[in-house]
Nanobody, 127 residues
């Protein structure tokens, strides 16, 4: 059974940094794509970033425009872990952040294309 476990959320001041981690277990991830989404109160779940492990898209990264230049997604294949480094945080980044995994490696922006989800981790940015 594939499981995703997130960590690293918290309460920070605007301008600070946080690094989220998402550890995957229970499967083979050689071709997987992994993404980060977020959901603020009263809003729909929003794509944040994605990275692919698949041989044809190795290292490909995509970001929502609002986080480009501030957030960086990366992976550690040996640990089956994906990270989201968040710098220059803003109050509007406040949300529950979820990691997601697509074993086939094709998912990008659409949450419906991901097969597995973590439990979420709260990020709160105070002004």
């Amino acid at each position: 059974q594939v499981q995703l476990v997130e960590s690293g959320g918290g309460l920070v001041q605007a301008g600070a940094s946080l690094r989220l981690s998402c550890a995957a277990s229970g499967g083979t991830f050689s071709n997987a794509a992994m993404g980060w989404f977020r959901q603020a109160p009263g809003k729909e779940r929003e794509f944040v970033a994605t990275i692919s492990w698949s041989s044809w898209r190795i290292g490909n990264r995509d970001y929502v425009d609002s986080v480009k230049g501030r957030f960086t997604i990366s992976r550690d294949n040996a640990k089956s872990t994906v990270y989201l480094q968040m710098n220059s945080l803003k109050p509007e980044d406040t949300a529950v952040y979820y990691c997601a995994l697509d074993l086939r490696g094709f998912a990008r922006f659409d949450p419906n294309d991901y097969d597995y989800w973590g439990q979420g981790t709260q990020v709160t940015v105070a002004s």
